[in-house]
């Protein structure tokens, strides 16, 4: 099963939040969802985003951008 975003698995986060550094959130997202969301195709990585859309713009960029 894929992994929920992150904008979901932490709602109360920011993209830019200090979290992702730090803790259980950054072991989340280095150990789960990164390498989920990096071997992920363009094509798969827009399905994904349909589903999930990102709640906000700062959000898509960081993932389509920052994360990809």
Known sequence: MNPQPPWIEYPDAEPW???WR???SEAWLL???LPF???LNET????YLQRWPPPTEDW???VTVYWK
Do not use: C, F, S, V
């Open 22 to 24: 730090q803790g259980t």
């Open 44 to 47: 798969a990585k827009a399905e």
């Open 37 to 39: 969301w990096q071997a």
């Open 60 to 62: 898509r960029i960081q």
């Open 31 to 33: 150990r789960t969802w």
């Open 17 to 19: 939040w200090g979290g």
